[in-house]
Each structure stands twice: as structure tokens, then as C-alpha cells.
């Protein structure tokens, strides 16, 4: 398996075929990945060291057997504060595929409920043996029943630990100017917005902007902005798109652009990533 290296630091990424869902097993020291975001869950598992991160302004330290659980937009970041570094393994969910699946476990989920988790990190040795179980034989491609039976076992487990809570909850009638900021910057992923024009599609000064996006979304703007484009980065580099047409798809200046803030964001390069999780034509 190829592996993308920088000093002490590693990462393996792969892909499986049947679900979509990415696996990724990773060591690191000191500092690891700046703040980020998916749009997936992602369910792992620490397996040495000290793995310490923020999931907003709450600080988590995760150890040898502790599983950590997050949803989709949660910001977090990641560094090793003791030597040695930590190393982990973790997998990516698609929501609508994870939804899919969940399904067929609950009786009735109506369409304005989503998936939570009820907390970001968990000691039931019950669902850490089940993420790595479900790692091991997605990351070695065993065959194709022995892969769906250990997923299948790790979804019975996470319901365990997860809620449905009301998807309208989190879209008031009456959106925030953070949120009408952000609606702009979804709509404008491609150009390059400045403060002066977030503030008017807010309907506020760009000074209480700058303060009210980064309490309603864990970053300033320009940090959302990019993050916004990595994940769409990440999509289409798994569907085959080069580095270079997809940095100019999602705003980035080149592909030099693009893989400076990919490393920063993953600990990986634009092409690695998609060398791993590309499927098959």
C-alpha cells in the first residue's frame, strides 16, 4: 500500500467500491492538520499516543481504545502533545449512504430528522473493536461478504450512541447574517469575495460579521471559504478529475494553490488522494 510521508508523519488512504466509504490510518507528531471540516461522519479510533483536538472551542484527548465520533461541518483540528506523536485509523461515512443503511435498522425515520451522535468521544470497547474490525477488512479489500458483514456490525453498534435530532432545527425561518453570509459564500464558491461583500449580502458592518461567522461557524470567513472548497476539492479528485482541472473547478488560483491548503487541511497532496480513493472505471 502506498503511503504519503512527510518527516515522521504518514498517511494511508483507500477507498472501498460497494459503499464509498474512505478509510484512512495516519501517525503524527506535534502538530498535524490546521482546523477542517467534513462532509461526512467520520467514526475512528485512537490507536497510540495522545490524540488532542478541538470539535469547536471544547478540547478532546483521545487514547489507546477510545473511538471518536463526529458529524458532518464539525470543525476540528488535530496535533500529538506528547512525544511519539499518536497514530489513528478512521472511517468516512457519506451522510445519504449512512442514512440509507440506519434505515434498515429503525422501523420509521421521518425526512426532517439527521443522524447525531450523542458524543464525540466513547469507551464501549464494543464500537472501538467494531471500527477497527470494519477498517481492516475495507483498507485489505477481503472479499466482498466479509467486508458488508463487518460494516453491517459496526452501523448496529453506532446506533448505540446515536440520535436522530429535527434537520429544521438548525435552518431558522429568519437566517443570521452569519448564515446569509455563508449562503453567499456557497453561492460564490468560485470568485473572491471580500469582506465588504459578505457584510451586504449579511445586512451588518464586516467588523460584526468577522465576529458573528466565527461564534456561528468555528472560523472566519476566508477559513470557511477555503474549507468549503477542499471538500468540494476532495469529491471531485475521487471521481477521477486531475489536480489541476480541479483546482481551477473549485476556485483555487492553480495546483500549486490547491495542494498548499490540501496538505495543510489533510496531511496529504491533491494527487495522493486521488491515487487512493479513484474507482474504478
Not at 502533545?81 to 440506519?102: A, E, I, K, S
Not at 422501523?107 to 464494543?126: G, M, V, Y
Not at 481551477?248 to 497532496?269: C, E, I, K, N, P
Amino acid at each position: 500500500m502506498t503511503t504519503s510521508s512527510q518527516g515522521d508523519n504518514w498517511v494511508r488512504v483507500g477507498r472501498d467500491a460497494d459503499s464509498g466509504i474512505e478509510t484512512i490510518r495516519a501517525h503524527f507528531e506535534g502538530h498535524a492538520y490546521d482546523p477542517h471540516w467534513h462532509d461526512t461522519y467520520a467514526v475512528g479510533v485512537t490507536e497510540q499516543g495522545v490524540q488532542r483536538f478541538h470539535v469547536g472551542r471544547v478540547r478532546h484527548e483521545s487514547v489507546p481504545g477510545r473511538a471518536m465520533l463526529l458529524e458532518p461541518g464539525q470543525v476540528h483540528d488535530g496535533v500529538g502533545p506528547v512525544p511519539g506523536g499518536f497514530t489513528y485509523r478512521l472511517l468516512y461515512l457519506d451522510p445519504g449512504w449512512l442514512r440509507d443503511q440506519m434505515g434498515r435498522l429503525f422501523a420509521q425515520i421521518p425526512d426532517t430528522f439527521e443522524l447525531s451522535f450523542a458524543a464525540t468521544l466513547c469507551d464501549d470497547r464494543r464500537v472501538t473493536g467494531a471500527i477497527a474490525t470494519a477498517f481492516e477488512a475495507l483498507q485489505e479489500g477481503e472479499m466482498r461478504l466479509v467486508r458488508q458483514t463487518a460494516v453491517d456490525r459496526l452501523l448496529a453498534r453506532l446506533t448505540d450512541h446515536a440520535r436522530w435530532r429535527t434537520a429544521a432545527d438548525r435552518t431558522p425561518l429568519e437566517p443570521s447574517p452569519a448564515r446569509r453570509a455563508r449562503d453567499y459564500l456557497h453561492a460564490h464558491l468560485t470568485e473572491d469575495p471580500g469582506l465588504d461583500d459578505l457584510a451586504a449580502a449579511a445586512g451588518v458592518d464586516r467588523f460584526r460579521l468577522s465576529r458573528s461567522f466565527k461564534a456561528a461557524f468555528g472560523v472566519p470567513p476566508h477559513a470557511y471559504l477555503v474549507q468549503l472548497r477542499l471538500v468540494r476539492a476532495r469529491r471531485l479528485l475521487a471521481a477521477g478529475w486531475s489536480p489541476a482541472d480541479t483546482a481551477a473547478a473549485v476556485g483555487f488560483a492553480d495546483q500549486s494553490h490547491l495542494g498548499r491548503w490540501f496538505r495543510r487541511a489533510y496531511a496529504m497532496t491533491p494527487a495522493y488522494y486521488r491515487r487512493r480513493t479513484k474507482l474504478p472505471d
